[in-house]
């Protein structure tokens, strides 16, 4: 069983460190035409659940992306960096990626992302001056069509803009160069400059699923299936414009379309497993449930799951998601978080409550799926009551 812990908010542990910075974009999402929409506007009984079979998926037809770079980065320390035994170095980091299809919150602006491994081939002890991470990490890279260059340095993290570059064909070499200053914490300066080159083409024996296709079946867990099919959305959240759609797994194994929940209100609860106020959330959930439904206001509860405090944005095995599901009597949505809502919700959080991202960290979605608030932190269900009445009240 989870420990059950009180608090009124947890605060994450975040160690992707790198020299890009998640920078939000207004890309836009838009719904495919050949979205199914359903007629299934029923919100379920919260007393009852059990998942159903799950459906096959799509068949992988579209050939893959590969990307691999090799790049150096020199260190230079000034004087009073280099009188606390830092020394002026260089390191060298191979990358091989795979396209990433279902993962376009990362990167809004890219045309393509990359997953794959970097692995340190000279300079480790160079390296280890400046960070704690191994020899070889997750990065996921990205790039725009017109030269853009993006990346990242773990998993599921939203890539930062690093730099520009002339754009090349297929196969072809591609130089990549960028700098960076940075004022040290023990004292100094470091200068950081990255030299290398990559190159990228598709790979007709390595297949992908198309994310968005539409589809067929009824979901494992009885979901309702009412995408419309008109909607689009930007990537960078804002009180009265449409929230994003994602695909993410559920407790039952399949894949979900948040906006195949369009018609009730959302609450889209970030959660980690060992964080006690959301524990709170999720004891509480039914009883909150029960009392919005018996006013004849349609409201769903989805829980978007990630991998404990120490690694938020990571994806949780499937042991925490049953447990949380067994002990918390979850009849609702359960989805395994992939940074989804790291990468969504700290931004708006702040700008529209003014506190730093924490666990809970909750937003109410309306009908239409547009944005109608957000919080973090619990103490109660009155504040997203008293939110939810009040909008469906002017109705």
């Known amino acids: 069983m989870l420990p059950l812990m009180i608090l009124l908010a947890c605060q994450p542990k975040d160690e992707a460190s790198d020299d890009s910075a998640a920078v939000a974009d207004d890309t836009e999402v838009t719904a495919d035409d ?14 009852v659940f059990a998942c159903g079979q799950v459906p ?3 068949e992988a037809t579209i050939p893959a992306i590969r990307l691999t770079s090799s790049v150096t980065w020199t260190l230079d320390f000034d004087e009073e960096a280099e009188a606390n035994d830092l020394f002026d170095c260089a390191y060298t980091r191979d990358f091989e990626g795979v396209q990433l299809l279902d993962q376009p919150y990362l990167c809004p602006a890219c045309d393509v992302i990359v997953k794959g491994t970097a692995t340190m081939v000279e300079g480790e002890d160079c390296f280890a001056q400046i960070s704690s991470s191994g020899a070889v990490r997750t990065e996921i890279w990205g790039f725009t069509v ?79 299936q ?18 994003p759609n994602v695909r993410l797994q559920d407790q039952c194994g399949d894949m979900v379309d948040l906006w195949d929940f369009y018609g009730s209100y959302l609450i889209l609860d970030a959660s980690q497993y060992n964080c006690g106020p959301c524990q709170a959330m999720a ?29 938020p944005r990571g994806t949780p095995p499937p ?27 700290p931004s708006y959080l702040l700008e529209t409550t003014g506190e730093d991202f924490g666990y809970p960290a909750w937003l ?11 919080n973090v932190g619990f103490g109660d269900w009155n504040m997203a009551m008293d939110a939810i009445r009040a909008d469906w009240g002017a109705r």
């Open 56 to 58: 096959d998926g799509p």
């Open 319 to 345: 042991e925490i998601v049953d447990q949380w599901s067994e002990q918390f009597e979850v009849t609702e949505p359960l989805l395994y978080d992939r940074g989804f809502t790291y990468a969504l919700f």
């Open 283 to 311: 004891n509480t959930e039914h009883d909150f449930l029960v009392q919005m439904r018996a006013e004849g206001i349609p409201v769903r509860v989805l829980t978007f799951m990630g991998n404990g405090l120490g690694d």
């Open 34 to 47: 050949t979205a199914e929409t359903g007629e299934t506007g029923e919100t379920g009984d919260p007393e």
């Open 146 to 224: 017109d030269g853009r260059l993006f990346r990242s340095g773990a998993d599921n993290a939203a890539m930062g803009e690093l730099t520009t570059f002339a754009p090349a064909a297929e196969g072809e070499d591609i130089e990549v160069a960028w700098s960076s200053e940075s004022a040290l914490s023990a004292g100094g300066v470091m200068l950081l400059e990255a030299t290398g080159a990559m190159t990228f083409a598709a790979d007709p024996d390595t297949l992908l699923v198309e994310p968005w296709a539409p589809r067929e079946a009824p979901y494992a867990g009885g979901w309702p």
């Open 364 to 374: 109410i979605v309306d009908p239409e799926m547009n944005v109608l608030m957000g």
């Open 226 to 243: 009412n995408d419309p099919g008109d909607l689009s959305a930007s990537y960078t959240l804002a009180t009265g414009e449409t929230f």
